[in-house]
């Protein structure tokens, strides 16, 4: 099976460990990975600013990239639900948005592909820790993602997994609210901080790298000892340590 890898900005700037282990993950499971190198910008911060006609260019450029994929990988799931956006957008515009809806019906975020494409629900990792879980708002309310990623962490062997309070309320990132509404932003996320310091738990864990960038930078200058994961890197653990 020949996946398209779309990797997101923040992994390919800030997180490429990231997009490391995506790539040796789906290769584990069987499926060539190909990386589109006319991919940029999926257009989201412009977008959700209001720029909608800014960042049709980045759009186009995005359908235009990903036109021959048999599926689309994305370890991110608000990225990858920005695709399902393309056609709302272009909806005046027959081609665009016929184009647009093709690519969203081939997009899939990782976790997602693996369970529901797949079929894979024990990618056979292990890893030891304790670890928590945060749902990002974009990849469970509008992608709809929500048990895959849970089901593949309850069978990584030699994981213990602790549910996090209030699971389901936002971080505070959601890309240029953390800039525009700072102080708002700072309390969600600290009291995101203060759930996780409650559970015990040594890791934290998600599927947006947009997320977690924001969790991990607000724990740190707390001094809260927690170690932030992409649960790609934990599916991609194949020895039984405490990764450091």
Request: proline share 2%.
């Amino acid at each position: 099976m020949k996946v398209s890898l779309f990797a997101t900005c923040l992994v390919d700037m800030f997180q490429t460990n990231v997009g490391k282990a995506t790539v040796e993950l789906l290769e584990h499971l069987g499926c060539e990975v190909i990386f589109p190198k006319e991919q940029i910008c999926c257009g989201q911060p412009a977008y959700n600013s209001g720029y909608v006609n800014e960042a049709k260019e980045a759009m186009k450029n995005m359908i235009k990239a990903f036109d021959g994929a048999e599926y689309v990988v994305c370890p991110s799931g608000s990225c990858a639900y920005m695709f399902r956006e393309y056609e709302k957008v272009f909806v005046n515009d027959v081609e665009w948005a016929s184009r647009a809806k093709q690519l969203a019906e081939k997009t899939y975020e990782l976790t997602q592909f693996i369970v529901e494409v797949l079929g894979i629900t024990d990618v056979g990792a292990s890893f030891n820790g304790n670890v928590t879980y945060h749902m990002s708002c974009h990849m469970t309310r509008l992608l709809g993602v929500k048990s895959a990623p849970l089901t593949l962490l309850e069978n990584v062997k030699g994981l213990t997994y602790t549910e996090l309070p209030n699971k389901t309320t936002c971080c505070g990132f959601g890309g240029t609210f953390s800039v525009k509404m700072t102080p708002i932003s700072e309390q969600m996320v600290d009291e995101k901080v203060q759930h996780i310091i409650e559970t015990g738990a040594t890791y934290l864990v998600g599927a947006d790298e947009g997320c977690l960038m924001n969790i991990r930078g607000r724990a740190e200058r707390l001094g809260a000892h927690i170690q932030v994961l992409h649960i790609a890197e934990i599916l991609n653990s194949r020895k039984a340590e405490v990764h450091a």
